[in-house]
């Protein structure tokens, strides 16, 4: 049962991070491992679908991040330095909102690898 341990804490970790980055971090300078792996050796293990649920959902990151998060991203960094916070903080904002998907995702995973655990 040490997979499903790895997965529950890696899943954890993540969420932890994904919350810093909303309540404390500029824009954009994550990239999402493969932690999720440790929730597909764990199902592997064990073959309780819980694991493999918790696993794709946190591995739900990386199209989240490419394909919703990416493109706010993009604008901003294509944001002149020279531009006016009034132009720039909506966007910011916007990214911080987006980002909140991310640490859902984490928790939820998170929530689905302690109810595999029992």
Known sequence: MLTGQLALTASAV????????NIAEQPAR???????????????????WRWLLGAVVLLANWPYTIFVIMPT???LMETP??????????????WGILHAGR????LMATVIFLWARQ
């Open 103 to 106: 640490s859902c995702l984490g």
């Open 14 to 21: 993540f969420t932890g991070a994904a919350v810093y980055i």
């Open 30 to 48: 994550l990239q999402l491992d493969d932690r999720s792996v440790l929730g597909l050796a764990a199902f592997f293990n064990n073959l309780d």
């Open 81 to 94: 330095p020279e531009a006016t916070t009034a132009e720039t903080r909506p966007m910011i904002r916007q």
């Open 73 to 75: 991203n993009r604008h």
